[in-house]
């Protein structure tokens, strides 16, 4: 092992690489950064530093999503420069509160920002639909001349990628700018954000999980650092960090999208018992139809074999309910772990806001299979028993951290036998019949359910994934948006009344719950359907959406 690439060195060089690549008049004082002590909302820190002004405070603020930027780069309100330079200047903040990124170039970007507003002058024609729009990348997934890791120290300066990977390239050919990727946990397979690149934090209470695994795109994008980020998820990894910080995200089904990642940086490579899958995170549903209209136009799967030949659909949507009203199931718990006050109150506030819209016709949702698909997940997650991810960590004597740890040692992770993991994705396909045979017969367009069993969690602490993980089991679509409400501590006690748990994972969550820890995280929730019906998931949302949002 060459001694730069032993631990606890190549951490500490590559953590100090990344800040010294922040321009040093974006950095902040030490006083500054004191006035934000550990449990601290942040999100006004980019207007309190004093480094943007105002026409960039409007253009970064989070109530100002990229279809709205795309237009005012249109109107020639403003540059293609200037909205990067917005977005740098609060990325930079964001990233010394929060610890949200891998990789800056920001000089990279203004120079692609300066050819676009050159070509437009020059042309009177924008180069595609995302002509001028910043986008981050998580940090695994492939931009022509960065390298990427998968969470470990050891693939510094070994992930490189000599071209942009597949979805990259139809961003990049729409007009988009790259300039910074984000960070993502060791090993990219928790619901938080943890790795040798330090721990990302929540904007809305940094004593919380941004979410995880695409948790740095979360916090950047919540703070105002980016307008859309571009994530994945094989087991909640886009959805946890939308729910933690109060944006948006569509789990698309898998193949619909081109991968994106770089090869090597899996955590099981070559394994596809469960699929991942790319996705934004962004600030508004229509910014969700818009990434997926621009990318599904460009028909990746011309030269990518294994999409779907599917186009995003733009025709309305004929619903099931009575006079032409949208069948709404609702799933109040998953019948294994029972989600804490907060959510609970959330989403029954939902459902009485919708109820009084007549547009719906709800009916309650039974949790058939929920228990059986988390199980499976967990099964076919690490089908080697974890033995790739502790190699991934010896060769720099890098240690697990403890939800990796966790993670790969829960129970159902095992080194199969290649007859063993036939049979067991023989179970694995006999339970998704079983599944979409019960969801069917509820008769429901889509399932309005928790995202999660909590708000935000303190850091280090989020161990269930059942809310997420059993339509990754599935392939269902996802969405999540943020309700409007927020955790609060006198709004929700403790469960008084004592009760039988339903499993040990139902028991840890009770017992970790405390209302004060948690206190002001948005409360969001998740929109499901059927796969390939990414669609009707959002037509959904923006028909739900005319009620938020909710009041307190």
Known sequence: MSSH?????????????????????????PEFIARYPAGSNVLDAATASGLLSEKELRLTDPSNDATNILSAIKNKDATAVEVLTAFMKRAAIAHQLLCCLTQIFFEEGLARAKELDEYYEKTGELVGPLHGLPISMKDHLGIKGRRATGGFSGDIDKLISTEHAPLSQILWDAGCVFYCKTTLPQS??????????????????????????SGGCGALVAFGGSPLSIGTDIGGSLRSPASCNGIYTLKPTTGRLPGNSLRGCSPTPGSEAILATCGPLVRSSRDIALFFDVVLKAQPWLQHMKLVPLPWKTESVKWSGS???????????????????????????????LRKTDKFDIIDYEPRYHR?????????????????????????????????????TLPGVKDYTSHQLWELCLERDALRAKYYSHWNSQNIDVLLCPVQYGAAQPLQTTKYWGYTSAFNCVDFPAAVFPTGLRANAALDPKDSEPRETWSEADAYVASTYNPSLSDNAPLSLQLVSKRHADEVVIRALQEIEKVLPLQQ
Request: proline share 7%.
């Open 372 to 408: 059986e698909l988390t199980l499976m997940a967990q099964s076919l997650y690490f089908i080697d028993g974890g033995a790739s991810v502790r190699a991934r960590a010896a060769a720099t004597g890098e240690p697990l951290c403890p939800l990796t740890e966790w993670v790969i």
């Open 188 to 213: 990219m397979m928790h619901l938080e954000t943890q790795s040798f690149w330090g721990q990302t934090v929540n904007p809305h209470n940094t004593h919380l999980t941004s979410g995880g695994s």
């Open 5 to 29: 690439l032993a631990w606890p060195q190549v951490a500490r060089d590559a953590v100090a690489e990344r800040e010294a690549s922040i321009p040093f008049d974006l950095r902040l004082s």
């Open 323 to 353: 006079g032409g009203k949208i069948r709404l199931g609702v799933m109040w718990d998953d019948g294994n772990v029972l989600p804490q006050p907060p959510v609970r109150r959330a989403l029954k506030a939902m459902v009485d806001a």
